[in-house]
């Protein structure tokens, strides 16, 4: 009799037995979708790194068959564009959350997209820190309880798509984890895109936040989405409200811009063959 | 032609020496932030590495020019960044993550005036403490203390290949004085530098358990993407890189071999250079610019007769615990001169015997005068 195998099950590290998301936590649907763009697409998984910060999405680079390096807290963009300057030629993703990558790790976000360095940024939000125990973050909505906001958030939230299009990323999406399929299509998307490219995939969390927030439910959160989801067919950022009752989703930016790595090594080539014409050894003085 | 290794003789910065170093060992890797007074190394790395082929990326902060370098070093490029004291503080927690991830990589520590921005343009020797615990957690670590721009040049190339052949982070603790010094430098020819490169592993990319070391304590080093599909994290990993953050054993086991690799090897590490102490009563115990000063001191008390000697730590970590137990038993004191409060004198304390122990604290830029230290050593103070 022939086993049944899971089509993913060849994407996950080996000897990697548990997971620490809780049930009902919509990393898992994230981290199939983006197996799932790697698989349609057909890309080679062996020149793929994965990066990611501290914090519950995290963990993700972990659970996958591939070359992964888990940074410490906010720095997971640092590495990758580490990794991605030094070898061009690998795909290198960032999947971690809204606390790690926009609050301790924000100016990297900034500047990462700004030179355009071709690395892939997925980014699960989940309007809070929930391996902590539910303190309120940088995405955190106004007036949401949680451990460290016992009053109500009086912090108004970042719109992450509408930061990522002004600090120029070259492709921004934003779905919420209701929206599967249309997040894998962008993912698929991105890994493609030669420049910085940026998903917000707006995530349920049921045991740290939903559940402060009268939401207790999985189901809870994910009809929250499919109630306030707005898909927009218009390439504009400004367009990207995020409110209680209305969620604006879709691709917000697609634009190309020269890459960073092809500029460095455009520089590095161009310098070489000077000297070697002069043969000179170099044009600095010492 | 050799672009990397510019064999010749030059009058030049001690900064640039130590850029130079970098390149003639194999650096292809720099990421850093201005700071004055290490400016100069990033300086010239964003003129040469393009013409050796490598790469200069100037990062938004010194946090992200040492997680940069960990990610270049992962994708198999030796990699370096260079600062001063407020940039090395931002480093601290990545250089614990290079620590735990035993990525071969490069500090340089242009030191300054401290605490906090401080003497910007002065020099110091007040982050040697940090250099060694700056990061939680317990680790070694291993410095290197140039006091010439030849040494810059010369000592940058020897903290890349202790990287490489242990597979930690390596620093250039370097005083401001020589950073900023013009003097001589002569680059040797390539075949007489001697360059270690990391240990790569021969099994099968399915059979590599990446933190599993050999018999030296040291692991076989993987590059991304050559198939290997390795992790690698800051969190406590058992050998085959997976988190197991529970378990006693796996930590104590992971943190003493983290230890050990570098305990173990530490008479190859340390280095440190003797004058006159054969049969000295006074020993001075110097590194870095104030070496010179001191080195002088002695020489003008030898001139006049006293049984002076001087000790230079070329890296002052590992800390040669042997070498001054030694001494303290055959000297009757010992003089520590810094530019600092006394940092290094807390590990002369410690592994002292039997010696007397006097201290010339410098601070606010100034180096130890010959004269100075010489009154020490006549004063008996």
């Known amino acids: 009799m022939s086993q049944l195998v899971h089509p993913l099950e060849k994407f996950v590290r080996p000897g990697m037995e548990s997971r620490i998301w809780c049930s009902g936590c919509s990393n898992g649907i994230v981290l199939n979708e983006f197996l799932r763009a790697v698989d349609e697409l057909g890309l080679d998984t062996s020149k793929m790194v994965l990066v990611s910060g501290i914090g519950c999405a995290g963990r993700a680079s972990g659970y996958v068959d591939m070359d992964g390096f888990h940074a410490t807290h906010g720095r997971a963009i640092p590495v990758a564009v580490g990794i991605k300057v030094a070898k061009p030629e690998l795909n290198v993703v960032v999947i971690s959350g809204d606390g790690d990558l926009f609050s301790i790790g924000g100016n990297h976000f900034l500047h990462a997209a700004r030179r355009n360095v071709g690395i892939k940024v997925i980014c699960i939000n989940n309007f809070n820190y929930g391996m902590t125990g539910g303190q309120a973050g940088p995405t955190t909505p106004m007036g949401a309880f949680l451990t460290t906001t016992p009053y109500g958030n009086i912090e108004n939230p970042l719109n992450l798509v509408q930061l990522a299009a002004a600090v120029g990323a070259t492709y921004v999406a934003r779905w919420t984890a209701f929206h599967v399929g249309r997040i894998k299509n962008s993912i698929k998307k991105a890994l493609m895109k030669k420049g910085f490219a940026f998903i917000e995939v707006v995530g349920i969390c049921p045991e740290q936040y939903g559940r402060r927030q009268k939401m207790p439910r999985p189901m809870d959160m994910m009809m929250w989405f499919k109630k306030s989801s707005v898909i927009s067919r218009e390439l504009d950022p400004s367009k990207a409200e995020f409110t209680q009752e209305r969620i604006v989703v879709g691709e917000f930016v697609d634009v190309e811009r020269p890459e960073y790595t092809e500029l460095i090594r455009g520089q590095i080539n161009s310098i070489i063959e000077k000297l070697e014409k002069e043969g000179k050894a170099t044009d600095v003085e010492i | ?381």
Not at chain 2, 4 to 31: H, K, M, N, Q
Not at chain 2, 97 to 123: C, F
Request: include cysteine.
């Open chain 2, 1 to 381: 032609m050799r672009r990397d290794v510019l064999t010749g003789s030059y009058f030049t910065l001690g900064d640039i020496a130590c850029a130079e170093g970098a390149l003639a060992a194999g650096c292809r890797f720099f990421a850093g932030y201005p700071i004055t007074p290490a400016t100069e190394v990033a300086e010239h790395m964003a003129r040469r590495m393009p013409e050796v082929g490598g790469v200069y990326i100037q990062m938004e902060d010194e946090i992200a020019s040492i997680a940069s370098v960990i990610g270049a070093s992962y994708a198999g490029l030796k990699a370096m960044t260079a600062t001063s004291g407020p940039g090395f503080s931002l480093m601290q927690e990545n250089i614990g993550l290079a620590v735990m991830t035993e990525a071969p990589l490069v500090i340089v520590n242009v030191m300054r005036g401290g605490p906090s921005t401080g003497q910007p343009t002065r020099g110091g020797q007040q982050d040697v403490m940090q250099a060694k615990w700056g990061s939680h957690g317990d680790y070694e670590i291993i410095a290197f203390a140039p006091s010439s721009v030849q040494e810059m040049f010369d000592l940058t190339i020897e903290a890349f290949n202790c990287s490489e052949r242990f597979r930690c982070p390596a620093f250039v603790l370097a005083d401001e004085n020589v950073g900023h010094l013009r003097e001589k430098l002569v680059i040797p020819e390539p075949h007489e530098i001697k360059l270690v490169e990391r240990k790569r592993p021969k099994c099968d990319p399915r059979e590599y358990s990446p933190f599993k070391p050999d018999e030296d304590l040291i692991p076989p080093m993987a590059h991304f993407g050559e198939g290997f599909r390795f992790y690698a994290t800051g969190l406590t990993h058992n050998e085959r890189g997976l988190p197991r953050t529970v378990d006693p054993e796996v930590h104590a086991k992971l943190v003493r071999r983290l230890n050990e690799k570098i305990r173990r090897h530490a008479r190859e590490i340390i280095r440190v250079e003797k004058l006159y102490l054969d049969d000295a009563d006074v020993c001075v115990i110097a590194y870095g610019i104030v070496s010179r000063s001191a080195a002088s001191a002695v020489r003008l008390a030898r001139e006049k007769g006293i049984k002076a000697g001087l000790l230079k730590l070329v890296t002052v970590w590992p800390f040669p615990n042997e070498e001054v137990l030694r001494i303290s038993e055959g000297v009757k004191r010992i003089i520590v001169c810094e530019m600092n409060e006394g940092q290094i004198l807390r590990e002369v304390e410690r592994c002292n015997k039997c010696s007397r122990i006097s201290f010339i604290p410098k601070l606010g830029g100034e180096i130890h005068t010959p004269r100075e230290i010489l009154s020490a050593i006549k004063g008996g103070s």
